[in-house]
């Protein structure tokens, strides 16, 4: 039997088709059908997957529902792509389950044939062992097949088996019949619309119940993501925003094949084909831009254009695989016309010894040795190469002479470098979403690109929330002249852990100490936070809240009080302080208040308020004799700004700016006024620490010198010490052996001198204690001022690194010097970019202002601010 129903392989996960006898990607081959019927193998793979943790069981039923509507309208998208398309199961994770399904058939039909009685516990285990062995070989055998073989089974034994084992199929739900008429595009982007919280599963159901009612009558021939947009449902776009990723994930999936089979022709590594798909996923995450892994290979030089062509011909990617085959060769139509032209010096060559042709190609990575016009010798080609200067990667002599002696009419290659391979910067992987409230930044046109919008994340106790991806070093290429092909060092980075989140023994994982909100602040601290009620305002009642994790006030803060902390929800502000690490809520308005945040501001008004944001600023009525300033986009598109001053990095959207009799707003876009306000305290911090610094090492100094001295004077006294001590020894000898004699010399007068020496050796050892006391004491002062002098450089470098994670993390956020103003702006209303600045001349509606560079007559640059109708 044949493969009947799976349509993945189980090996590699390629797609397969009905009836094949092998994979077409890594040649397992596929001899058997594994189980009576395709809803069996659905089913139990879904049965697997929900075991497995891989998805809910409710998941599963949903994406099985909707596979039996797609089939009835014999769509041939199979259960294995909608579970990959959903986001639910990766395409590694679905070829171990389909593995792992098939598995579980043989073994639920063996023990179904020995209950049977059909065949031995022992023949079945037999059986099994065989399969498996042979799966290792890249032979796809079931067991059913094996018995067979073995005479041990019966084609009607197996048949009773297959439909003994088959189960029936899960019963769809009422809205099934609905459905199948709504086009399986439509159904994915209404899918994708409830992933990304545009709508709730019920908000989905509701409205595929009312477009269904609706089908039925003759006249009703709008399609399903005509109805959501005309019933404002879903806007224009959101729509272009789904569709876009559903583009994407079609994208990824066939460039994940694409690059497993680079890497099982051993083109390309792995770690090289995951920098670049990340390099994919970080450009359409940023930009909204889809562009291909084989165009980013091609663009890195990490694949050559033949070898692209080929595996996309393979894939049938027939429209890429089109530009890549004429970017072959720009010569090929020259050689269509005529072949010898490439394969043949020209007519002058041949008079000269250079009649042995070399070319050398434009990256110096290979050279091409074209068929002599005339006889010639291995060393004769030798001597070319020398002149030229290839020294590297030449081939094999022996390949040269039996290329020369079969009078090829092509060229080969007779040198090849060798590729640097790229090194990879260490990365911080976070297990939970991160910009899950991001709103998004203006783009040229004046739309605005919205980031993916999921649910508040949350993580149970000793749940990995985030791991330290370690760096990979480069390797240094070599061309075919002998010069190395340099590689730079990867970055590293450091992981931190917050309030409750703990680090692991490597210092690579961080793990949650209790349940709560995960959090990741820009300078890379992880941490898990919980929530602080305030059923109140935040008056003398309350004082000031300080309070590490996430705030709901259900109140005022009142003048004077502040609240921080990381994400805050609060009723209204009325001349109070907040200054968040997270994002901020503020239901009702702002007045008089001053609020900082690190991800995003929402109010319904600000009124006479100082606020400033990393992330997104947007307001549902007015601001009005404000100063805002943001590194996001500051957004008023219903309301007004009035007399006050907004600088957003990442554009402004308004309806209204200032009235005939206010004073005149000043609109900055495209630059990071509150980049340089934020890093003050950092950068404060910084210069107190350099001084600190300075006064440890200036009192090392005195301390090492005072450390010097004193051991010159412990050596100086410590020879006198051990003088008089030798000279004691002595006396006492000389009164020993003169002790009983005639001897001239007194023995009161040696006596004495004794007395005086021991005298003097205790005062000694008394002034070597104290100076030893006093060594010891600066000992420790130099060893404490080297602790405080390792703090102190290890702060500053921490500092500096905090500010050059601020920066880069500002510098991700791509400038956006467009303002849109939907409605009116007043005469005198001041416009400001990065590089010039606009005064508005006259009452002008519906517009939208961006700043342009150009040059003048003279070649030199320019850079105005242009006006134009907003489309």
């Not at 290429?477 to 992981?495: A, C, K, S, W």
Request: glycine share 6%; net charge neutral; hydrophobic share 35%.
């Amino acid at each position: 039997m044949f493969n009947n129903f799976f349509t993945k392989c189980p090996e590699c996960s390629y797609s397969i088709k009905k009836d094949s006898k092998n994979c077409e990607n890594c040649d397992i081959k596929i001899n058997s059908s594994f189980g009576s019927s395709e809803n069996f193998y659905v089913n139990l793979l879904g049965e697997l997957a929900c075991k497995n943790k891989m998805l809910s069981h409710d998941d599963f039923k949903k994406i099985y529902n909707e596979y039996l509507s797609l089939k009835q309208v014999q769509h041939s998208e199979t259960i294995e792509d909608m579970l990959i398309s959903s986001g639910k199961i990766s395409l590694e994770n679905m070829a171990r389950l389909i593995a792992a399904t098939l598995r579980t058939m043989d073994r639920k039909f063996c023990e179904e044939a020995v209950k049977m009685n059909f065949i031995t516990e022992e023949q079945a285990k037999n059986a099994l062992m065989e399969q498996s062995c042979l799966y290792r070989e890249k032979i796809l055998k079931s067991a059913a097949d094996l018995l067979k073989e073995k005479n041990l089974l019966t084609d009607i034994q197996i048949e009773n088996l297959l439909r003994k084992q088959d189960i029936q199929e899960m019963t769809a739900d009422k809205n099934n019949e609905k459905r199948k008429s709504a086009p399986a595009r439509n159904l994915k982007i209404a899918r994708l619309a409830v992933q990304y919280n545009y709508l709730t599963d019920k908000e989905m159901e509701k409205e595929i119940q009312k477009w269904s009612g609706l089908s039925v009558s003759k006249n009703f021939k709008k399609d399903f993501l005509q109805y959501l947009l005309e019933n404002k449902i879903l806007t224009k776009k959101e729509i272009t925003i789904l569709s876009l990723h559903y583009e994407y994930n079609n994208l990824k999936k066939l460039d994940v094949m694409f690059g497993k089979l680079a890497v099982f022709y051993k083109f390309i590594s792995q770690e090289n084909i995951e920098h670049a798909l990340n390099i994919q996923k970080e450009i359409f995450k940023k930009k909204l831009r889809l562009i291909s892994l084989p165009e980013i290979l091609s663009k890195k030089k990490l694949l050559a254009d033949n070898q692209i062509y080929k595996i996309l011909k393979e894939q049938k990617r027939e429209n890429l695989a089109g530009i890549f085959y004429k970017k072959l060769d720009i010569n090929k139509e020259k050689l269509q016309e005529n072949p010898e032209q490439k394969t043949r010096p020209d007519k002058d060559e041949s008079k000269e010894k250079s009649q042995i042709k070399i070319e050398i190609s434009e990256d110096l990575m290979e050279a091409l040795l074209y068929p002599p016009l005339e006889e010639t010798d291995i060393f004769e080609i030798k001597d070319v190469l020398k002149k030229k200067g290839i020294v590297y990667g030449v081939i094999d002599d022996n390949i040269i002479l039996s290329y020369l002696k079969k009078k090829s009419e092509q060229p080969v290659a007779i040198a090849k470098g060798t590729p640097a391979v790229e090194p990879v910067n260490a990365q911080i992987k976070c297990h939970f979403a991160e910009n899950y409230l991001n709103v998004g930044t203006i783009n040229e046109d004046g739309d605005i690109d919205f980031m993916d919008r999921g649910e508040v994340p949350s993580v149970e106790r000793d749940e990995l929330i985030a791991e330290k991806i370690p760096l990979k070093y480069g390797k240094p290429g070599m061309d075919i002249l002998g010069n190395e092909i340099p590689v730079e060092i990867p970055l590293d980075i450091n992981i931190g852990a917050g309030k409750g989140a703990r680090l692991d023994e490597s210092c690579s994982k961080v793990y949650s100490e209790e349940p709560g909100q995960p959090h990741i602040s820009i300078n890379g601290d992880i941490s898990v936070l919980n929530v602080h009620e305030v059923k109140g305002d935040v008056d003398f009642h309350t004082g000031h809240i300080n309070f590490n994790g996430n705030i709901i006030i259900l109140g005022t803060i009142k003048s004077g009080f502040k609240v921080t902390g990381n994400d805050i929800i609060v009723d209204e502000v009325i001349e109070g302080i907040i200054e968040a690490k997270g994002h901020v809520e503020v239901k009702k308005g702002i007045f008089g208040g001053k609020i900082s945040s690190e991800q995003g501001i929402k109010a319904k008004f600000i009124n006479n308020s100082h606020i400033n944001s990393f992330g997104d600023i947007s307001v549902e009525k007015e601001i009005i004799d404000s100063v805002v300033k943001t590194s996001g986009v500051a957004s008023v598109s219903s309301g007004k700004i009035i007399s006050s001053m907004i600088s957003a990095k990442s554009g402004v959207e308004v309806k209204q700016i200032d009235t005939e009799v206010s004073e005149p707003s000043t609109i900055e876009i495209g630059s990071s006024a509150y980049l340089d306000a934020f890093l003050e305290p950092y950068e404060t911090e910084i210069e107190k620490t350099k001084k600190n610094l300075e006064d440890f090492k200036k009192n090392m100094t005195n301390l090492q010198e005072r450390d010097r001295v004193l051991h010159l004077e412990i050596a100086e006294k410590a020879q006198i010490h051990d003088k008089s001590e030798q000279a004691l020894k002595k006396l006492i000898e000389h009164k020993s052996l003169i002790q009983g004699t005639r001897s001239l010399q007194p023995m009161d007068q040696i006596n004495e001198k004794i007395e005086s020496l021991e005298i003097k050796i205790k005062d000694f050892g008394i002034s070597m204690e104290k100076l030893f006391d006093e060594q010891d004491k600066i000992q420790g002062e130099i060893s404490t001022t080297k602790l405080y002098i390792k703090k102190s450089i290890e702060k500053k470098e921490e500092l500096k690194s905090q500010i050059e994670t601020i920066k880069n993390y500002d510098q991700a956020i791509k400038p956006s010097p467009v303002l849109i103003v939907k409605g009116t702006i007043e005469k005198g209303a001041k416009i400001n970019g990065p590089d010039s600045k606009l005064e508005v001349s006259e009452k002008t509606k519906n517009i939208k202002f961006h700043e342009i560079h150009s040059q003048d007559a003279d070649g030199n640059p320019i850079h105005i601010i242009k006006a134009d109708k907003n489309k």
